[in-house]
């Protein structure tokens, strides 16, 4: 990798990295931003199979939830001339001009976690299917809060591709299955914890009857958990969707939470490289149905442009502790 030269972002992580100007294929690995946990553990996941595939693994993103900052990153990456980019992006549609002008310019483009827009990249890889995700959530809420009465809904996001699909998909659960629970409203968090907290502390103390709480992404799990913790209400209130293990273990443990919603951040990570290097070799062919992912064994494809991770996770105080992420 080179060219990216002086005069980086403010914000920005791993630029320029030694391994980078290793001899051989750089994929760029970027995350929505390097600060979560999740994507740390993606990126250990990518380091992994980079090692198997003889990659070099560029972990690269905005240290926050920054468009305008992930967008620029993708830009240096397409002038240093990296090979592929491996992305979980913050906007479908922001993204989407610097990704098809990556293509234009020979490097492969894939996205995980979150997509762009379909011409912007050859294949998504689908931590698990969204219709999946949401109907697991909107059960383990029916099975600890009932399946009547308002509810609340904390999301990180309002154009993140993945929460508006997780959203979509309690709703069109809890329309199906549990119609007499009502969805008052949905809260923006943007993914801070002091945000998310504050935003479901004062509306809990406005509407005490709500019995439970969804939430579409892990920090407003942790938000929502803590104001409920702080609230004196644990017990009285579910709270039901996604969260990363090492975040929300004490909620857990201290039964704020019962049961979370995820996939192994590791895994697909590790799943991204694999898809990558077939892009590179020229192998990744739907038609073929699967992609081989090392240890993981063969990934389905689930339409032409979509290879699906796995069933989803769900974590509970008997299980947690066998998880590190």
């Not at 999301?155 to 979509?168: P, V």
């Not at 009502?182 to 968090?189: A, E, N, Q, W």
Request: charged content about 20%.
């Amino acid at each position: 990798m080179i060219g990216i030269g002086g005069g980086l972002l403010a914000g920005t992580s791993g630029l320029l990295s030694g391994p980078a100007l290793a001899a051989g294929q750089t994929v760029a690995f970027v995350p929505k931003f390097t600060s979560d946990p999740y994507f740390v553990s993606a990126n250990q996941g990518a380091q992994e199979a980079g090692k198997e595939l003889g990659l070099t693994v560029q972990y690269n993103g905005p240290v926050d939830a920054n468009v305008a900052g992930q967008v620029d990153i993708v830009d240096r990456l397409i002038r240093s001339r990296v090979d592929a980019i491996s992305i979980c992006a913050l906007d479908p549609t922001a993204l989407a001009p610097s990704l098809m002008r990556a293509q234009q310019k020979g490097i492969k483009v894939n996205t995980w976690d979150a997509d762009v827009k379909s011409e912007a990249r050859q294949v998504f890889l689908n931590q698990a299917s969204y219709a999946a995700i949401g109907e697991t959530i909107a059960d383990i809420m029916a099975k600890g809060a009932g399946t009547s009465g308002d509810f609340l809904m904390v999301t990180g996001s309002l154009t993140a591709s993945n929460m508006l699909a997780w959203m979509k998909a309690i709703t069109e659960t809890v329309a199906r299955k549990y119609p007499d629970m009502h969805i008052k409203t949905t809260l923006l968090g943007e993914q801070d914890i002091e945000k998310g907290k504050n935003i479901t502390l004062n509306y809990l103390r406005a509407n005490p009857e709500t019995k439970g709480v969804f939430t579409v992404d892990g920090i407003a799990e942790v938000s929502v958990a803590e104001a409920v913790k702080q609230l004196g209400l644990s017990g009285k209130i579910t709270i039901a969707g996604i969260g990363v293990p090492n975040s929300i273990r004490p909620y857990i443990k201290d039964s704020v939470i019962k049961e979370a919603v995820l996939w192994s951040p590791v895994d697909i990570g590790y799943a991204a490289l694999f898809i990558t290097k077939a892009q590179l070799d020229g192998t990744l062919d739907p038609a073929k149905g699967v992609v081989k992912a090392g240890r993981l064994g063969d990934l389905k494809f689930t339409a032409k442009d979509e290879i699906l991770l796995g069933p989803p996770l769900v974590f509970n105080k008997d299980n947690i502790e066998k998880y590190n992420f």
